[in-house]
Structure formats: structure tokens, C-alpha cells
């Protein structure tokens, strides 16, 4: 089952497409990774959702990756007396630990943290960004502040304290909990919510364990400050702009995209660009042209992968939304100026053999107009690397790993296959040609590529080039 887009698709599954029925049809219409979101549903919800997506791995032979995206600390504030207050610009409005349900001047924000790390001057933003409080005056446990942009404050909506990095960890109770059920039952990305600095992944990468691989959602301004720090210690990476959007100004957050996605192709990391890009498809079977545009800035600048979030969750048209994106990808995939883009950013390789090999690979596949790139890979690290030089034509990742198979469905351009390692050359090449031939990426006579590591099966020894012919 060849895709025909090189960037890769991830659809949040929800009440309106978690019956296997529903997952099956988005998976024929274009999803490469299904991304389970724990801010919502049960375990036995994720559970159903899991077999329905490896019961169709199993009937079609493909690889599908699971993302379990973690929910992360929710700072939100506390009840309001009438359910909630209007404030007003101009007003004096307290926060504090006093659980006494609240008014239009006062109400618990129960997140003893949070005042422990405001200065005055700091911003508080309330429900999105729609409220906007200014501290001028704090203690360790409560904090006035004048209102800047007023408007109507209900029950626990969110707070965000935009430029504070606060002492919390990035995994809750229910984060740890999720965690462990996640893991048992296989997922392949595990994406980490509230990221503030690079120490907050090293107990996220003990307790996962080598698992999964990890997903690390940029979403806070503090780790913009941290950016290469945070891609190193990361297996992936993630845009996700709804929440830099409420951080940050908006207008910062399109320079931004770019920047994060040529700093992790720069350093060979999958990135995955978030949040509203087909917004208006949740109660409507047509995109916005502004929303198409979105998706095509993604793939234009090389991002590995876009994402469907309440489109394709709890949207109206979970399918179409699928399918709207899939022929967005592949229309600005056979753009002349998406493939220029793609050589001008060409990043140099660095000194080592995988790297050498890989640049080679592409040069050669470009110059003999190869079918495909064939790359054998115990780990994935070959074929990362392969992917990270986007050459012009598809690559195939061949593993003898299921695990690795998976992970390298959120990989651009990658077509991942899970088969038995090569056991001598002549293996090798007959082998890759067999898979490139099967999967309908080359005919009889086509030259392919072949990356390989002598002695063979050995993890991280890429150091080998074949020309083949199928």
C-alpha cells in the first residue's frame, strides 16, 4: 500500500473516529500515525482504539505508528460561587489558595507554584489568552493583578504564565499512569506536553525506558530559549502552535515554525507541525484557503509531518479532513518550486559514515535516476538520516525490528517495511529489489540504491553503497 505523499500525516483519533469501521477508512484515505490523545477518554477508549489500528496493520502488512500524546499539568484556576464572573478592564482581581468559590474579585488558583515563580509585571492569560491579568503585587501565596483585557471567567479554565518558567514537572500523576498503560500496550511515540527546559526529559526517557521513542511538544516559550539543547535530547519533535499561540504573539508564531523545522532537519529529528491546520473542517466539508495555504507553508518548508487534531477527532467530517489534507501534500509535492525548496536548504552532512553514505546516496539516486533508496536499519538511525537529506525520490526502510518499522511511519518519505535482515550481498540486493517491485516503487530494470552496514545486522555500522537493478 504505497503512499503517494512524502510528508507524512497524523490524525487524532476521538468520538468521531475511534469505531474501527471509521479507522480503517482514514487509514486507506492517507494516515500514516494515529495519534491518541490522553487529555480525554478512558483506557479502555485507547485500548479499543489500539487493537482496532494493529488489526489493521495485521490484514494489510503495513507498519502504522501510535502516538500516545500525554495531557501534561493543567494550571487552571477554581469555582466561581455563580458558575462565573465578568471582569472588567481596569479591575483589581486576586488570585490565591483560599478554596472559597470566587466572585469578580477574587478566585483560588490552587497551583501553589505558580506564585512561588511570579514577579510583578509578569502575565497571567486566562481561557486561551481571552483574559489578560498583570501581577502587581505578589507573595508566596496569592497575587493582585490589574486587568488588562477583561471579559467573562468561568469554572478551571486554563492559565498560562507566558515568559515564567515554572518548578513543575512535566508529568502529573495521570501522566505517569497513562505512561505505564501506554507502554504496555505498545504504542510506538510517546509526545510529552509542558516542556519548559532540557532536564524535564530525563525522567521522561528513564521511565519510558527506551519503549517508545520521544515526541517532544514545543509549547512554551521557555523552551524556545532552549531550542538545540531540547532537539538533541529529543527523538522527535513537535510544533504545537495552538499553545505557542497563546504564549507567545501570534505573529511570532509562523517565523517560529520555520525556525524549529530547519533546526530539526539541521539535526536529522522528525518534526511535526500542530494544531488548527484544517480548523473550519470540523463543522464544515471544506477548508478555508487560508487553512489550505497552512498545511502547503508545512510541507513547503519540510516539515516531516502535519497533524489533524479536532478535525478528525470530533469533527463532522474526520474522512474528508483526511483526504483534504492528503491531496494538499501531494499537490505541493509535484510543485518545481517544492523540490528547489527542498535542495536550498540542503543541510551539510556531518563527519560521520552514515552521514557520508547517506549524502552519497542521494547524489547517486539524483544522478542515475534511481527508483527509490533502499535502507537497510536495526534501529531506524540509517534511514533517519537518509530521510533528513529529502532526496527526490521515495525511500524504503527495511527492519528486522517491528518496533523500529513503526516509529519510522512519522518519518518523511519513508516507506518502512518489516522483514528479515539481509544475511550476504547477493541477499541484500535481491531483497530490496523484491520489496521495491512489490510495493509498486520500481519495475523490472530500474536501477535502486541500496544503504547497508557490514557485517550486516549490526546496529549503527552504515558504511556500505549498491548500485542494483530490480
Known amino acids: 500500500m504505497r503512499r503517494n505523499h512524502l510528508t507524512k500525516i497524523v490524525a487524532t483519533l476521538g468520538p468521531a473516529s475511534s469505531d474501527p469501521a471509521t479507522i480503517r477508512t482514514l487509514f486507506e484515505s492517507g494516515v500514516d500515525v494515529f495519534r491518541l490523545n490522553f487529555s480525554h477518554g478512558s483506557h479502555d477508549d485507547h485500548l479499543a482504539s489500539v487493537n482496532a489500528i494493529r488489526e489493521i496493520e495485521r490484514d494489510t502488512g503495513r507498519p502504522i505508528a501510535i502516538m500516545m500524546d500525554l495531557q501534561g499539568p493543567k494550571l487552571r484556576v477554581g469555582n466561581f460561587a455563580a458558575g462565573e464572573a465578568t471582569i472588567e478592564n481596569g479591575d483589581t482581581f486576586r488570585l490565591d489558595l483560599d ?94 506536553s509542558f516542556i519548559q527546559r532540557p532536564e524535564d526529559l530525563a525522567e521522561a526517557r528513564r521511565l519510558v525506558a527506551g519503549r517508545a521513542a520521544i515526541m517532544t511538544k514545543l509549547e512554551k516559550p521557555a523552551a524556545i ?58 463543522s464544515a466539508p471544506q477548508p478555508t484557503r487560508a487553512e489550505a495555504s497552512d498545511v502547503a507553508t508545512a510541507v513547503f518548508d519540510g ?62 539516486a539524483h544522478t542515475l535516476s534511481a527508483a527509490a533508496i533502499v535502507t537497510y536499519t536495526t534501529s531506524g538511525s540509517t534511514t533517519f538520516r537518509a530521510a533528513r537529506e529529502r532526496p527526490a525520490v521515495p525511500i524504503i ?32 540486493a535481491e531483497k530490496a529489489g523484491r520489496h521495491a517491485l512489490a510495493d509498486g516503487f520500481a519495475k523490472a530494470g530500474d536501477r535502486i540504491i541500496i544503504t547497508a552496514g557490514v557485517p550486516f545486522g549490526t546496529p549503527g555500522a552504515t558504511n556500505l553503497l549498491r548500485i542494483a537493478r530490480v
Open 99 to 192: 478554596e472559597e468559590d470566587g466572585d469578580a474579585s477574587r478566585v483560588s488558583l490552587p497551583h501553589r507554584e505558580i506564585f512561588e515563580a511570579l514577579e510583578v509585571g509578569n502575565d497571567l492569560l486566562v481561557n486561551d489568552g481571552r483574559i489578560r491579568l498583570r501581577v502587581k503585587e505578589c507573595g508566596p501565596d496569592f497575587a493582585l493583578t490589574e486587568v488588562v483585557t477583561g471579559g467573562v471567567i468561568s469554572n478551571h479554565k486554563g492559565v498560562n504564565v507566558p515568559g515564567v518558567v515554572l518548578p513543575l514537572s512535566p508529568l502529573t500523576e495521570k501522566d505517569r499512569a497513562d505512561m505505564r498503560f501506554g507502554l504496555d500496550q505498545g504504542v510506538d511515540w510517546c509526545a510529552l
Open 225 to 282: 530559549d532552549r531550542l538545540d539543547e531540547i532537539i538533541e535530547l529529543s527523538d522527535a519533535v513537535m510544533v504545537a502552535r495552538g499553545d505557542l499561540g497563546v504564549e507567545l504573539p501570534p505573529e511570532e508564531v509562523p517565523s517560529l515554525q520555520k525556525q524549529i523545522v530547519r533546526v530539526c532537519r539541521q539535526a536529522g529529528k522528525p518534526v511535526v507541525v500542530a494544531t488548527q491546520m484544517l480548523e473550519s473542517m470540523v
Open 303 to 364: 516539515a516531516d509531518a502535519v497533524m489533524l487534531s479536532a478535525e478528525s477527532a470530533v469533527g463532522k467530517f474526520p474522512v474528508e479532513s483526511v483526504g483534504m489534507m492528503s491531496r494538499i501534500i501531494e499537490r505541493v509535492e509535484q510543485a518545481p518550486r517544492w523540490r528547489g525548496l527542498m535542495d536550498a536548504d540542503q543541510p551539510e552532512p556531518e563527519a560521520t559514515a552514515a552521514d557520508a553514505i547517506s549524502a552519497a546516496a542521494h547524489q547517486v
Open 397 to 428: 526502510g527495511l527492519t528486522p525490528n517491528q518496533n523500529t518499522a513503526r516509529r519510522l511511519a512519522i518519518v518523511w518519505g519513508v516507506h518502512s517495511i518489516f522483514t528479515s535482515d539481509a544475511d550476504s550481498f547477493e541477499d541484500m
